[in-house]
């Protein structure tokens, strides 16, 4: 899929807000920030999936997130009522679904305008496949870089309005810009719908300095793809 006009301004925004070189005194962590899809365009349903989103981007307080899948193939935010969701998740969240027929290797990527520490998503889905929870940290936007951690969680046949929560803590003195994240089973590679992805990160001191990564890097970034893997738990 291309990208147009409009996603590289803002991708070019995205790269410039995160090509910021730490300098100074040590970093601090800020507070806890999560995002929960309920302010964004909801564009499914249960059984209707159309694609109504080519990425996302969400701000919450200093924090932007860039949400995206791996091969750029669209997705959706869900409007689920009945049968809800847990109360915590309210009625909207990230949909995987469209596209479910042609199984690939699918991840959802999400990149963040600031270096994280910590990230805990939740999942869930409403039965059917078998699926396990995985997320994977990398050091660079897009899931590139260097691999810094992963989490899975096995979910089952479980379903909505239960879910399953992971969380990644980055070891001392190492910060991660992007999480790659899915539920997937053995005949579906992104079958979970997710919400509530909860990050603290570094605040960046003052002074810093700053450097401006070109658009063209950032995007032949995007480009790549990480063959690194979750190891899938029986
Ligand atoms: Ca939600
Ligand atoms: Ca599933």
Same mark, same amino acid.
């Given at each position: 899929m291309g990208i147009g006009g409009t996603q590289v301004t803002r991708l070019a925004a995205l790269c410039m807000g995160m090509a910021i070189v730490l300098t100074g005194s040590p970093p601090a962590r800020a507070d806890l920030v999560v995002?929960?899809? +309920?302010e964004c365009a909801a564009t499914s349903e249960r059984f209707v999936h159309? @694609? @109504?989103? +080519?990425f996302l981007e969400c701000s919450v307080g200093m924090i932007t997130m860039f949400v995206t899948r791996n091969d750029w193939a669209p997705f959706d935010v869900i409007e689920v009522t009945?049968? $809800?969701? $847990?109360?915590?998740? @309210?009625t909207r969240a990230l949909d995987p679904?469209? @596209?479910? +027929?042609?199984?690939?290797d699918n991840w959802f990527i999400a990149s963040f305008s600031l270096p994280l520490t910590y990230v805990r998503l939740q999942f869930t889905d409403f039965g059917q496949d078998s699926d396990t929870a995985c997320l994977m940290a990398y %050091? %660079?936007?897009?899931?590139?870089?260097?691999?810094?951690g992963d989490a899975t969680a096995p979910w089952g046949t479980a379903s909505s309005p239960g879910f399953v929560t992971l969380e990644y803590n980055a070891p001392a003195d190492e910060s991660f810009m992007s999480v790659m994240f899915r539920g997937y089973s053995t005949v579906l590679s992104n079958s979970m719908y997710v919400d509530n992805i909860a990050v603290e990160s570094i605040i960046i001191p003052e002074p810093a300095s700053a450097s401006v990564l070109g658009v063209g890097l950032c995007l032949l970034a995007v480009r790549r793809r990480k063959s690194h893997r979750c190891i899938l738990q029986s």
């Open positions: 995002f929960d899809f +309920e159309p @694609g @109504g989103h +080519e009945q049968p $809800a969701f $847990a109360p915590q998740w @309210g679904w469209f @596209g479910w +027929e042609t199984p690939t %050091s %660079s936007l897009f899931g590139l870089g260097d691999f810094i």
